[in-house]
T-cell receptor, first 112, second 112 residues
């Protein structure tokens, strides 16, 4: 049982480049989340999904897109990266009806 | 809007001391509150989750309490150890189960 995994662990992008972050969970969780963590601001919810094929906006969705084509995977896309998107990105998941969230190890993204 | 505050931002204690970490929130209409531990460069590990109908939860040397009416939760750590050194975060779920607001954390250092 790997839990929640994230790929890649680190990435450096130039302004305007695009990339996709992958989150995978093997716990058959319905709910999946993408957060960003910035110094002094805590974790903020970007997008979330309540099941395969469904996504919704969180607190800070601008500049990001997501897809949940398979129940076990949740992808976060940056179409045109900006320096303001430099952050550590965390994915989390949970079972429907249970509220404990399980987090991945994070992806450190730097946009220059 | 929900605001979650954790004070102090940093705490240093000698090994063996009992300590209390604080989490306060502005909107008392929460569904649950979760305490996490984050080690440097790592993801979040869930410690305790308290449902809104509960007053406290215990796990080993950890005890978390919740007072919804006053908008406060405390995490009590008994007989602290150097291995407890980490950043402790609280998060509240509110507004329809999909709104999650994190505090900025308390960085704990336990000195041998």
């Amino acid at each position: 049982n790997a839990g929640v995994t994230q790929t890649p662990k680190f990435r450096v992008l130039k302004t305007g480049q695009s990339m996709t972050l992958l989150c995978a969970q093997d716990m058959n969780h319905e709910y999946m989340y993408w957060y960003r963590q910035d110094p002094g601001m805590g974790l903020r919810l970007i997008h979330y999904s309540v099941g395969e094929g469904t996504t919704a906006k969180g607190e800070v969705p601008d500049g990001y897109n997501v897809s949940r084509l398979k129940k076990q995977n949740f992808l976060l896309g940056l179409e045109s990266a900006a320096p303001s998107q430099t952050s550590v990105y965390f994915c989390a998941s949970r079972l429907a009806g249970r509220y404990e969230q399980y987090f991945g190890p994070g992806t450190r993204l730097t946009v220059t | 809007k929900q605001e979650v505050t954790q004070i102090p931002a940093a705490l240093s204690v000698p090994e063996g001391e009992n300590l209390v970490l604080n989490c306060s929130f502005t909107d008392s209409a929460i569904y649950n509150l979760q305490w996490f531990r984050q080690d440097p460069g790592k993801g979040l590990t869930s410690l305790l989750l308290i449902q809104s109908s509960q007053r406290e939860q215990t796990s080993g040397r950890l005890n978390a309490s919740l007072d919804k009416s006053s908008g406060r939760s405390t995490l009590y750590i008994a007989a602290s150890q150097p291995g407890d050194s980490a950043t402790y975060l609280c998060a509240v779920v509110w507004g329809g189960y999909q709104k999650v607001t994190f505090g900025t954390g308390t960085k704990l250092q336990v000195i041998p």
